[in-house]
Each structure stands twice: as structure tokens, then as C-alpha cells.
């Protein structure tokens, strides 16, 4: 086998490799990414829906005959 | 009176990647390849593929990156504009221009070559005696005519045809190269074709780098589709990154198999591609299998007409984005007032088009797109880091290249390095790209410096569609019948105490960029204003969506108000081989909600309501219809069985006793009849609407004679209601079959 086809044989596997390797990790960081936007926006929500419960506490504590 | 406006999303990741993947194997392959192996020899195109596959997966981080934050920009252009401005700014966009005009070329001369190709040895040929170059310059002018005359017509229902071209594309080059594999296996003595690997040295290696780089374009076509794709955040980057590598593995068989399938001695393989010249991929699959120059042909003609239309619509767009950016003259971004489309974009996108074709061979109108695609790379690379540096912290990135900033700069170098290095291969091709960014740098001078353009701004507001009320939704279009179709749907709003929608959809053809459809939104507003003011109930909402497509527009409503019931209006003359209609066959079966088609006709008053049943699932939908009405005008509904098998009476009511229940006061009317479809048609005489179930019937019988149901419905000459359940599951599982045949 002369050099240049070994080092041109090495070339393809690498770069195709590497190809797979980015792809993989650049998909993980695309679902982490709008996993954590998920989390956030649920964060949000929660928050919001806890509020809102307070208010009606409140205004339901306001209202109970004493 | 509250209307929103939004943009239709219909695109889903497989939709996205098809896009990507159908440009990038846009016939540049087909030429490119057989001409390389002939400089850079058998195992230089494989080297050449694989380099260029990773640094089109650089280039396709940097886009996928500019992508996931301005979602709703899209293309080379708006990037590299958005990140340098002033001259950079005009330059990109004027070369990524003249970049989609070389690459329609290419693909015109390509589809020649290889028609020529396939005709020459074919009786027809030699009786018109025409030598094969005079044929291939009379066809390459037809072809590009041909889709500049499409492109005028603003076609833009070329979605499903694309999806299924580049199916057979990747299809065809996968199975020649998992052929050649096996043919390898028997023949291994085919391997030796690539002793000598690196016959001409590691700079032809560059050259062939250079050459190929045509190839692995196109994936930006994905990014121009942000506004209409669902999720783009997501979708967008994952589709370019995996269309980059799915399209590098193609190439890699498909050039292998050129290699071990041209008869030749082993020697001179390079030498062999190299006489062969543009053909030599042709060559090559038809020594390697049965029919194999049929099958490349084949292929090259889909992928070579398909890329062509496409790019010369690309190209259209950018035009036009210059000139409403005050880059280039104002009348290029007029739009034609009844076709849609950017028409004198066009026009001058046309006549630079045909005279490149003219005028240069192929190999250097494939150096010249070679050269302008990696010059508009390497600019977008260069916008990833500096958009990145500068603005990071304020834009919302869904996907952050990794190894920043190391990734774009080691693919600024090579692009430079691969685009002086072509020179090697055709120093005209440096020539004409010289000469058009001279002749940019006096048109910015002259004219592109004085109209930098502000911000688009746009008026979209997606909002979260949270508080859940029975929603229906009403798609009106023609003044004519709007309210008559608004009354049913008011009707049915009214008695489930929900909401009504009012949708219009705005569409333009693919060649006109999606936010442009807000200059025909007043004549969608009016018209909605129109009808809301003659409606009784409170609850009503305005739509207005933009599209490039009807079918996509109408569904992205439905998904994105969670609608319960949509209500369609239906003229009730389908066009050959569909159901209903081409648009509403696949909006019936798709939506992911009950439908009522309404075909109006005139009527005074409705007294009497024909339901005919034979008890079937969306029967039951029609007898709840059918009350809800019969209440709202205080009318007599009578349903109406067919027995054509002599069944007796009481089996008849069995079967019909889930539509009986629904109905609080009814008729039960049964006729001995042969036909249905006559028996219930005469009958429909004495009544003022009939209200009818969709077929039960499977998607091959709905595709091979349509539903009893649409036959009346079709021929009737009273209003017709035809209502479809959505039947969950089952609905779904229809929905993916006929996504998968095309219904």
C-alpha cells in the first residue's frame, strides 16, 4: 500500500468521525438547551399559578363570616 | 374587533432535511465529480468529499448557530448583513445573488448534458441530425425558459413534488453506491482501480476540493424556512447539521462506485474520467450496472430541474431583500399585483442567468459557483463569531457551536485557501467573480451606500393559546360565500357556548418572501370586518395568517388555536383525480379536528333537513350538526336510510340508533333503492339543506373512486353540509398513510 493512500485513508475515517462526533455533541447541546427553556418557562408558570392562589387565599380569608 | 396575524408553520425536521438535502444534491455532484476524478485521481475524490463534508459541517455549525438566534431572518445574506453592515453587508448579499444565478446555470447545463446524454444513442437523435452540442445549447436555453416562465407564474405548490424528487435523488445515488459495495465484494479485483490513490499529487487533491464545493451548498435553504417551520428553535439546526452529514455519506458511495464501476485499465482511471469529462459519472454507473447510465441520468435530470427551480426562485429572493433593503434599485422589490411575485427581480435574475449559460462552458460556470459559495461561507463564518462576541449575551441561542471560535476560523482559512486554489481549475471563473465585485463596489458607490435600510420591523406576535373553550374556525377567502359559510359555523359557536375564529389566509408563492404577504393583509382584514359585523355572537376573533402555502396555513391555525371544529367552504367541482379538491382533500384528512364542509347554495329559508345515514361514525357527527341547526332555524330534520340489500326495518333502526339518539325530534324515512347516490339525490329535491357524513370508506378506495358521501355532496343542487369527525388514533394513522402516498 503506497503512503498516499494510507494518509488518504486516515483522512475520510477522521474527518467522518469527527463529522459524527460534532453532530452528536451539537444535538446534545440543542435538546439541553430546550430542555432548560422548558424548565424556565414551567418556573415561570408555577410561579405564576402560586401567585395567583394567594390572591384567592387572601380574598377568601376576607370573605369568611366571622 | 381583535385580529391577529401570524405566519403559517407547517414544517416539520424530515420536511426541513428534504429541503436541505434536495438542494445540496443539486446535479453540481453529477458534473463535479467525473471531472475531479480526473485531476485528483480515484481516491483524491473520496479524500476531497470527506474534507469537504467536515468544513461544510463548520460552515453548517456557523449557519445552524446564526439560525437557532435569528430565527426569523434567514439565509446568508440577512446574516452577514446583520453582523457587518455597510459595504460587507451589500457585497454578500450581492454575491450570494450572483452565486444562485451561476449555480441555476450550472444546473440547466447539467440537465442538457446529461438529456444529451441519454438521447444521443437513441434513433430520435439521429434522425433530426443535430450534433450534440448544438442540441445541448437549444435545451439548456428551453430549460432555463421553462422555470423562469414557472417561477413566473408564482407555482408554489411544488412542496410534495420536491419531497418526493429528492426521495428518488438519495434513494437513486444510495442504492448505486450500496450496489457498488456488493459488486465490490464479488469483484475485488475492482479495488485495484484505486492503486494509484493520489495520482497527481495533494494539490489536485485541493483543486478537486474546490471543484466539488458546489456540492455540499444548498443547506442554507433550510434556514430561509424559520418562519414556517414547527419548533425552528430545534428543527432548524438539527436539520442542517444532519443534512450535511447524510448528503456527505451519499457522495462518498456514489464516488466510490463511480471508481470501481468505469471499465478502464487501472492505470489510468484519472485519465479516463478526465476524456470523459461532465458525462463521467454517467459513464461510469452505466459500465457499473444494468440500466445504471439510465438510473444516473435519471437522476441527474430530477435533481438538476428540481435544483433549478429552486435556485432561480433563491435568487429571485434575494434580489428582492436588496432592493427592499435600499441596496439595489426600488423597483426590483415591486410585486406583481395579481401573480405575487417579485417580477422584475426576476427578470433581471433571468437575463444574467441566460447569458452566463451563454456565454461560459460548464467547468467554469461550476468554478465561478464554487467560488461564490465559498466566498458567502466564509463571510457567514466570519458573522457567527462576530454576532457571537458582540451580542451574545442579548440574543437566545437554542444551539451554540462547540469549540467557539476555533470551529468558523479553521473554516474561514480553508474556504480561502480552496477558493484562491481554484484559480488552478479555471482562472476565467476568478475573472467573472472579479468583474461582478467590481461592478457591486460602483453600484454600493453609486447607489447602495445612500439607502442603508432600518430595521424590518415586524408586527407577528405569537401568543400561547392557554384559556381551552370549544373553539371553531371559520377559513374565509371568497366575499361571496363568506357569510353564508360564517353562518353555519356562528351556529354551531353559538350552541356549544365557545369561540369563533375567523381565519383568512394570505398567501404568495414560494418565490416572494413570506412577510411580503402583509402588503395584501388590508383586502384579508376588510373581509373579515365585513362578516364579523353581520354576526350575532360576541366571541369572535380575527386571523389573518401568512403562507406560502393554503393547506399549511389553514392546519398551522388549527394547531395553533387548538380548534375543535373547522368549517371550509367547498365549491363542489374537485379537479381530476382528487376527492374533494387538491387543497381540501389534504386539509380534511390532516387537520387534527372535526371538519365541516360547507358547499353553499342559495336558499331562502331552511325548513326541512335531509340527514342521509347509514349510521356511521361521522353520520353521528352529522345528526349532532344537524340538531345543532334544526334548533337554530327551527327545522324539521329527516333522516333518510337507503336500503339497497332489503334489509328489514328494524335492523335498519338498530343500525341508525346512535344517529337517532342525537336528534331530539326526528323523521325516519327508509327507500328501496338500487343506487344511493340517484335515491338520495331526488329526494334532496323536497328538502332546503342536506347534511351528510364523510366516507367511511379506506384511503386506496377514496383514492380509487372516492366516497359515496362526496359524490352526492358533489352533485347535489342544495346546500350540502359534509362533516368529518376526527376519529384520534385512527385519524392519526389515516393522516400518516396519506402523508406517506401523497394524499
Known amino acids: ?66 | 374587533m381583535e385580529e391577529k396575524v401570524s405566519l403559517s408553520r407547517g414544517l416539520s425536521l424530515s420536511h426541513l432535511m428534504m429541503m436541505g438535502m434536495g438542494m445540496m444534491i443539486g446535479a453540481g455532484v453529477f458534473v463535479a465529480t467525473g471531472i475531479s476524478i480526473g485531476f485528483a485521481g480515484s481516491g483524491g475524490i473520496l479524500v476531497a468529499f470527506a474534507l469537504n463534508g467536515l468544513i461544510a459541517l463548520f460552515s453548517a455549525m456557523s449557519f445552524a448557530e446564526l439560525a437557532s438566534a435569528l430565527p426569523t431572518a434567514g439565509g446568508a445574506y440577512t446574516y452577514i448583513d446583520e453582523a457587518f453592515k455597510g459595504l460587507v453587508g451589500f457585497l454578500s448579499g450581492w454575491i450570494n445573488w450572483f452565486a444562485l444565478i451561476v449555480a441555476g446555470s450550472l444546473y440547466a447545463m447539467t440537465f442538457a448534458t446529461y438529456t444529451i446524454f441519454l438521447l444521443k444513442e437513441t434513433p430520435l437523435f439521429s434522425f433530426f441530425h443535430i450534433a450534440p452540442s448544438t442540441a445541448e445549447e437549444i435545451l439548456v436555453i428551453a430549460v432555463a425558459l421553462f422555470f423562469i416562465a414557472i417561477n413566473y407564474k408564482g407555482v408554489s405548490e411544488t412542496g410534495d413534488v420536491e419531497n418526493i424528487i429528492t426521495i428518488g435523488q438519495m434513494s437513486t445515488l444510495l442504492f448505486i453506491g450500496i450496489f457498488a459495495i456488493f459488486f465490490t465484494l464479488l469483484h475485488p479485483e475492482r479495488l485495484s482501480h484505486f492503486s494509484e490513490f493520489i495520482p497527481n499529487g495533494w494539490g489536485k487533491v485541493l483543486m478537486a476540493m474546490g471543484f466539488t464545493y458546489v456540492g455540499f451548498e444548498g443547506y442554507e435553504v433550510i434556514a430561509h424556512a424559520g418562519e414556517e417551520a414547527i419548533n425552528p428553535k430545534e428543527t432548524i439546526p438539527k436539520a442542517i447539521l444532519y443534512s450535511v452529514v447524510a448528503v456527505t455519506t451519499t457522495y462518498l458511495l456514489f464516488a466510490f462506485a463511480a471508481v470501481v464501476g468505469i471499465n478502464a485499465d487501472s492505470l489510468h482511471i484519472s485519465e479516463t474520467f478526465a476524456a470523459l469529462g461532465p458525462i463521467g459519472m454517467g459513464q461510469a454507473i452505466k459500465d457499473l450496472m444494468p440500466y445504471g447510465g439510465l438510473l444516473v441520468t435519471l437522476a441527474a435530470i430530477f435533481s438538476s430541474t428540481s435544483a433549478l427551480n429552486a435556485t432561480i426562485y433563491s435568487s429571485t429572493r434575494v434580489a428582492f431583500a436588496m432592493s427592499r433593503d435600499r441596496k439595489l434599485p426600488s423597483i426590483l422589490s415591486r410585486i406583481h399585483g395579481t401573480r405575487r411575485v417579485p417580477h422584475y427581480a426576476l427578470f433581471v435574475s433571468s437575463i444574467i442567468l441566460l447569458g452566463v449559460t451563454v456565454m461560459l462552458p460548464i467547468e467554469d460556470v461550476a468554478a465561478s459557483a464554487d467560488i461564490v459559495f465559498l466566498l458567502i461561507f466564509l463571510f457567514v463564518n466570519a458573522a457567527a463569531i462576530k454576532i457571537r462576541v458582540e451580542r451574545g449575551d442579548e440574543l437566545d441561542y437554542s444551539f451554540l457551536m462547540p469549540y467557539f471560535p476555533y470551529i468558523p476560523l479553521f473554516a474561514i482559512f480553508l474556504q480561502l485557501i480552496l477558493s484562491i486554489w481554484i484559480f488552478h481549475v479555471s482562472p476565467i471563473a476568478w475573472a467573472i467573480t472579479g468583474l461582478w465585485i467590481a461592478v457591486g463596489l460602483l453600484l454600493y458607490v453609486a447607489y447602495g451606500r445612500k439607502g442603508e435600510r432600518k430595521e424590518f420591523e415586524r408586527e407577528v406576535v405569537f401568543e400561547e393559546v392557554s384559556e381551552k373553550r370549544y373553539r371553531v374556525l371559520a377559513a374565509i377567502a371568497n366575499p361571496k360565500n363568506a357569510e353564508n359559510i360564517v353562518g353555519y359555523a356562528e351556529k354551531v359557536a353559538e350552541y356549544k357556548d365557545g369561540e369563533l375564529i375567523l381565519l383568512n389566509v394570505v398567501t404568495v408563492p414560494e418565490q416572494t418572501p413570506i412577510e411580503e404577504a402583509k402588503r395584501f393583509e388590508p383586502e384579508a382584514l376588510k373581509l373579515i370586518r365585513s362578516v364579523k359585523d353581520k354576526l350575532k355572537i360576541k366571541n369572535v376573533e380575527g386571523a389573518v395568517y401568512y403562507a406560502h402555502n393554503l393547506v399549511r396555513g389553514i392546519l398551522s391555525a388549527v394547531r395553533d388555536y387548538k380548534v375543535d371544529i373547522l368549517v371550509l367552504g367547498w365549491k363542489g367541482r374537485p379537479r381530476w383525480r382528487y376527492v374533494l379538491g387538491s387543497h381540501l382533500d389534504k386539509i380534511v384528512w390532516s387537520a387534527p379536528c372535526d371538519v365541516i364542509l360547507v358547499k353553499p347554495e342559495k336558499v331562502e329559508k331552511i325548513r326541512k333537513i335531509l340527514l342521509p345515514s347509514n349510521g356511521g361514525v361521522h353520520s353521528v357527527m352529522a345528526a349532532e350538526i344537524a340538531e345543532i341547526l334544526s334548533k337554530a332555524y327551527n327545522a324539521q330534520v329527516t333522516v333518510l336510510n337507503v336500503n339497497v340489500n332489503n334489509e328489514d326495518e328494524d335492523r335498519i333502526k338498530r343500525r341508525l340508533s346512535h344517529v337517532l339518539e342525537r336528534l331530539s325530534r326526528d323523521t325516519i324515512k327508509i327507500l328501496e333503492g338500487r343506487n344511493i347516490v340517484d335515491t338520495v339525490i331526488k329526494e334532496a329535491k323536497d328538502y332546503d339543506l342536506v347534511i351528510i357524513g364523510a366516507t367511511n370508506e379506506g384511503i386506496l378506495q377514496r383514492l380509487l373512486f372516492g366516497g359515496i358521501p362526496e359524490e352526492i355532496a358533489r352533485r347535489c343542487n342544495k346546500p350540502v353540509i359534509l362533516v368529518k369527525r376526527d376519529l384520534g388514533i385512527m385519524s392519526w394513522i389515516n393522516r400518516w398513510i396519506g402523508k406517506r402516498i401523497g394524499v
Open chain 1, 1 to 66: 500500500m503506497e503512503i498516499n493512500m494510507i494518509i488518504g485513508i486516515s483522512i475520510i475515517m477522521g474527518t467522518y468521525i469527527t463529522m459524527v462526533y460534532l453532530v452528536l455533541k451539537s444535538k446534545k447541546t440543542i435538546e439541553k438547551l430546550a430542555r432548560e427553556k422548558i424548565r424556565e418557562r414551567r418556573a415561570r408558570h408555577v410561579k405564576k399559578v402560586k401567585a395567583t392562589r394567594e390572591v384567592h387565599h387572601i380574598s377568601n380569608i376576607k370573605r369568611r363570616p366571622r
